[in-house]
């Protein structure tokens, strides 16, 4: 007995030309998706983190990174890795940043490839992003000295006490202004009076540590915040401001000095009640000195 086979013929609709167009057509609805998730946001963390899920399917990597002349972002979560792809990225001919990947294995060509495609989708939604980011850090920036102004200090205060609060930590809070300013703007102008209050923005940020934060609220008021603060670090940053006000050379030369009040949250505060008594510790530390000043 013979066996027959019987082959089942291909629907007359079915063509290999209709197999790729149905490949396009799903490949641009995944492209149209990744840019309607990356359009949601103006945060870049937010935007790393929708665009790390989906370079994720063809790249294993342990760490993502964005860098450019002015900023450097991570994704959340981000580990040293053997080695760093790293990707330059442009819009219209316009360098905005690099993309580095940390990984631990090379990277296919066919993966290279679909990485460089998701790239093109996510350029316009990071570079708002990049835009969104520089308006609001200009909104928080004291034009004259570039610290953090007021706005900004509020910010960072609450945020300071809360991860306090959580961690069991300390912070610390500085106050100070300059002695009889007023003097040196009514004597020798108000253009003297912006370099001194440049350079003592620069004493400042020389006389603190990394985790610490400096701002210029106007005028010539100035605030430090010091996380995990201690009694030490507070007395090492009044010692260096002191010393670097007789060495700074147009500071000297107009014989600048300046008050600090210093005080420690405590469980009991928020950031009103932090401020006000150190404040007061300010008021008291320019009475004593003018007492001082009126003796000699």
Known sequence: MQTLNILASPSKHYNVFNSFENDRRSSQQENVGL????QTTLDLSRVLEIFATEAAKY??????????QTLSKSLAGSKKAKQERQFELKLNDEFIGTLS??????????HYQELKRIHQILLHPLNNALKYHQAMQLAMQDSLTNLGNRRYFDEQLKRAMHNANRNQGQVGLVLGDLNKFKVINDT????????????????????????????R???DEFAIIVEHATEYALDIIQTRVDKALK????????????SLGTTFM???????TLFERADQALYRQKMNMSKSLSVV
């Open 59 to 68: 790249v294993k990597f342990s760490g993502l990174y964005f860098q450019n």
């Open 188 to 215: 020798y102008g108000h253009s003297t009076g912006d370099q001194v209050l440049q350079q003592f923005a620069h004493v400042l940020r020389t006389c603190i540590r990394d985790s610490d934060s400096v701002f």
């Open 101 to 110: 990947y940390g990984i631990n294995s090379p990277i296919s060509m066919y």
């Open 35 to 38: 840019l309607e998730q990356l």
């Open 247 to 258: 060495t700074n050379a147009l500071l000297a030369k107009y014989k600048v000095t300046c």
């Open 266 to 272: 405590n469980r009991a505060d928020n950031e009103h």
């Open 217 to 219: 609220f106007g005028g």
